[in-house]
């Protein structure tokens, strides 16, 4: 992610000196780290237990240990507390993730600018119906330097290694897959605010794409929103492989009905200058907001929003099993750029699939 990738030594143990001649010499370990965007260097003694290893992140990220999840450490679950660093049979160099928010920055008001959700649906345009608009876009040079400058500036922390021919999915959270509404404010527990079949979705498709996640909110509300909804750090039959916040998107200027408009976009070039195996042929973009497309109509599938979760009209929602069947249906074409995803669900009816 962004930020400068700032090197941070703490030493875990106290026991550094060989004050006795008797005493065995300890091994140390040199781990590697990624949380919020930045990286992290942490040295561990073989002696240290677990309970060490937590407590050295909390000392340099303040993300107290019951809300750390630890990832790509090990193989799995992370033994308890009392394991012995030893026992983990860690590789020198060794690098992970750790996912958390920090005391302090916990969501206590939503309506902080900082983590106002997704921007509402409110004023979208669909770019998939009006190319000429968006060609303007693709061909205005202030947007081709911003892909640029936004490339150079993102630091991706892969999560989860992309696998060799998979396509790809860029996928928005707020009201595409979670009702973001109840969540900030902690009327619902989250589980209550996804969107039903969110897991059976990923799990589905999971064989055919890799996962990316590209939300308008900020690092550390994105992260604790993945780990509320049990997306990231629990065993499910899918994974995630990268991350990518608000920071990624940038500013862009045109008119609406006469009069100045502007708002954010994800370019999907960002994604492909770093990973050269997408493009327009491998990649699908689902959002609810269609102006996040602008730059890349024909990737973009818009999802109707879902709100309201807990009504009755919610947790009917079967907007994800549509997505599943045509994503699925689509999984084995070659070239994406012959497929135009503006009209999935009519694509589905002429299957004769639901
Ligand atoms: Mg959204």
């Known amino acids: 992610m962004q930020g400068g990738a700032t090197e941070t030594q703490i030493t875990v143990s106290e026991n550094t000196t060989q004050t006795h001649i008797n005493e065995p010499i300890e091994r140390w370990i040199e781990l590697h780290f990624s949380w919020a965007g930045k990286s992290f260097r942490l040295d561990i003694a073989d002696s240290d237990r677990v309970f060490d290893l937590k407590a050295a992140l ?31 049979r860690l590789v020198p160099g060794k690098k992970f993730t750790l996912i958390g928010t920090p005391e302090g920055d916990e969501i206590k ?5 900082e983590f106002l959700p997704d921007v509402v649906n409110d004023l979208d345009v669909d770019f998939t119906e009006d190319l000429e608009a968006s060609n ?12 640029k400058e936004a490339t150079e500036k993102l630091k991706v922390n892969i ?89 990624c998107m940038f500013t862009v200027f045109t008119e609406r009905d006469g009069k100045p408009w502007t708002h954010s976009v994800k370019a999907l070039k960002i994604i492909w200058n770093h990973f050269p195996q997408y493009d327009a ?19 973009g599938l818009k999802i109707h929003a879902f709100k309201n979760a807990h009504t009755a009209e919610a947790m009917a929602d079967r907007e994800l099993d549509k997505l599943t069947r045509y994503m699925l249906h689509i999984a084995n074409v070659t070239d994406f750029k012959s497929l135009s995803h503006k009209n999935w669900k009519q694509t589905l009816r002429s299957l004769q699939l639901p």
């Open 58 to 88: 909390r000392d340099l990220t303040k993300v107290p240990a019951e809300r750390q999840k630890i990832l790509g450490l090990v193989k799995g679950k992370l033994p308890p507390d009392q394991s012995r660093i030893a026992d983990l």
């Open 136 to 147: 303007a876009y693709m061909s205005d040079q202030r947007n081709i330097r911003k892909v």
């Open 159 to 247: 999560i989860y290694p992309l696998r060799p021919g998979k396509k790809l999915l860029v996928l928005d959270i707020d009201y595409t897959i979670l009702d973001t509404k109840p969540l900030t404010s902690g009327s619902l527990p989250p589980a209550e605010c996804a969107r039903p079949r969110l897991h059976e979705f990923l799990e589905a498709i999971y064989p055919y794409y890799d996962i990316c996640i590209w939300s308008q909110t900020s690092w550390i509300w994105l992260e604790t929103k993945l780990v509320e909804l049990g997306m990231i750090g629990s065993n499910r039959n899918y994974q995630i492989s990268f991350v990518l916040d608000k920071t």
């Open 109 to 113: 008001d939503p309506s902080q600018l």
């Open 281 to 299: 042929s491998n990649t699908i973009h689902v959002d609810d907001l269609s102006r996040n497309f602008a730059l890349n109509p024909k990737e």
